[in-house]
């Protein structure tokens, strides 16, 4: 007999399995836009860069680090991204794609309750977003923790709104280090990342204990472990 308790709580960051990295990126030009930096300089290249390094980050401290903490420009840039997200994500569409749903499904059928954490805010997401996630239990935005990834916070802020009562039950699913980075912080028991080749070798480095290509072998991983 063991005393390791079964998973109970999967949470599943939005960043990596719902939302293009795409429009978000759309968003984020659009915002460091108002502050000056347009496509084709060298200050919009290496902001893009560091987008890219900070995805999955809360949008306000990417922009308070990009800004070199002048509060006035990052709270600028935070509010037009805040505008700019759900416009693009309309413009292009959301839809949360049939493998992940039915991940979903399967850990919902398994007994496990869901957690989808995004660092956007409620504003950013917008009704049509949080609309399309009906089917988790729980949808956690980064104005819902006092801290965002890669901090522990969103993980254990999850766990007390679905009365998880151990972090070992908990398994944390993320395609971003940062992701990955939080539910080691938090002591979950599963940290599955979810990539391949150089991205995957950053999930192990960041604490992944699994690294999945694909979320549909999810189900199939928390029933082994």
């Not at 659009?30 to 290249?45: H, K």
């Not at 049509?128 to 802020?157: K, M, N, S």
């Not at 599955?192 to 072998?217: K, N, P, Q």
């Amino acid at each position: 007999m063991t005393d390791t308790p079964p998973i109970s709580l999967v949470c599943l960051d939005l960043a990596s399995i719902v939302i293009d990295s795409s429009i978000v990126e759309r968003a984020f030009a659009e915002a460091i836009a108002t502050q000056g930096i347009v496509t084709g300089t060298q200050d919009y290249a290496r902001s893009m860069v560091r987008f890219d390094r900070s995805y999955g980050r809360p949008p306000d401290a990417v922009f308070r680090d990009l800004f070199d903490r002048d509060e006035s420009r990052a709270q600028a840039a935070s509010l037009a991204f805040e505008q700019s997200f759900p416009a693009a994500a309309q413009r292009f569409g959301l839809e949360v794609p049939s493998d992940v749903a039915d991940a979903i499904g399967k850990v919902a059928g398994a007994g496990a309750k869901t957690c989808l954490l995004t660092m956007l805010s409620r504003r950013s997401c917008g009704r049509e977003l949080l609309g399309l996630l009906r089917a988790a239990d729980l949808v956690l935005c980064g104005d819902d923790t006092p801290r965002g990834f890669p901090w522990p916070d969103p993980v254990f802020i999850a766990m007390l709104r679905v009365g998880a009562a151990d972090v070992r039950e908990v398994a944390v699913v993320s395609a971003t280090p940062d992701g990955v980075l939080s539910g080691y912080r938090a002591g979950a028991r599963i940290l599955v990342g979810l990539g391949s080749g150089r991205r995957a070798a950053a999930l192990r480095e960041a604490g992944a204990t699994h690294v999945l290509d694909r979320i549909t072998a999810l189900s199939d991983l928390l029933a082994e472990v």
